[in-house]
């Protein structure tokens, strides 16, 4: 099984960015997917939670309003939209997945290599 996630980048204070994460060898009906993130110096954290059909979706309180999760089933693929970033949103974001319902637990089975965001005020 691999996470490929990608679409880190630099961004100014206020913009938005996508990021994305690929899953193969695992069939899309079968888990869930998570992003969390870690910051330089800091714990990683949880960011958003989405079930296979999307009937659940769990943000962190620092992010909701702000981030939407989502999934493309069809093409097996995660999504993490970005709006109203600002610099405390700096860090390494990591895409998670899990057969087993984790939720905001970080002990997800498969992990993706992480994607850098900087946030610039």
């Known amino acids: 099984v691999q996470l490929q996630a990608s679409g880190g980048g630099s961004v100014q204070a206020g913009g938005s960015l996508r990021l994305s994460c690929a899953c193969s060898g695992l069939p899309s009906w079968s888990y869930g997917m998570a992003w969390f993130r870690q910051a330089p110096g800091k714990e990683r954290e949880f960011v958003a939670f989405?079930?296979?059909?999307?009937?659940?979706?769990t943000y962190a309180d620092s992010v909701k309003g702000r981030f939407t999760i989502s999934r493309d089933n069809a093409k097996n693929t995660g999504y993490l939209h970005m709006d109203s970033l600002t610099p405390e949103d700096t860090a390494v974001y990591y895409c998670?997945?899990?057969?087993?319902?984790?939720?905001?637990?970080?002990?997800?089975?498969?992990w993706g290599q992480g994607t850098l965001v900087t946030v610039s005020s």
């Open positions: 989405i079930t296979y059909g999307g009937s659940i979706i």
């Open positions: 998670a997945a899990d057969r087993s319902y984790r939720g905001t637990n970080p002990l997800y089975q498969y």
